[in-house]
């Protein structure tokens, strides 16, 4: 079992920044990939970035420039740093945690709402 807290969420003007956080609690030895993906509403939850255990990352083209996705082993901790953040950003973003036994893990959801 892993256990996913996220934190970081909140109301932002339009090209501003917000950094989100991903703790990872439990079994966390098995912890592969971890990644957001966000939902906005009426649109279908999408990837956003992923960082694999070795450090390797994938974006999608949406944000790629301008979000940065990276991983504290040492505090067992996934962040998603966002800049020049635009309205069209605006969803929950759902921190998740896959393992090798082929599980994922997600994190409660928080807001993130990019207005002036």
């Known amino acids: 079992q892993v256990q996913l807290v996220e934190s970081g969420g909140g109301l932002v003007q339009p090209g501003g920044s917000l950094k989100l956080s991903c703790a990872a609690s439990?079994?966390?030895?098995?912890?592969?990939?971890m990644g957001w993906y966000r939902q906005a509403p009426g649109k279908q939850r999408e990837l956003v970035a992923s960082?694999?255990?070795?450090?390797?990352?994938n974006y999608a083209a949406s944000v790629k420039g301008r979000f940065t996705i990276f991983r504290d082993n040492t505090k067992n901790t996934a962040y998603l740093q966002m800049n020049s953040l635009k309205p069209e950003d605006t969803a929950v973003y759902y921190c998740?945690?896959?393992?090798?036994?082929?599980?994922?893990?997600w994190g409660q959801g928080t807001q993130v709402t990019v207005s002036s």
């Open positions: 960082v694999t255990a070795g450090g390797g990352t």
């Open positions: 998740y945690a896959d393992i090798r036994a082929g599980i994922r893990y």
């Open positions: 439990g079994s966390i030895f098995s912890i592969t990939t």
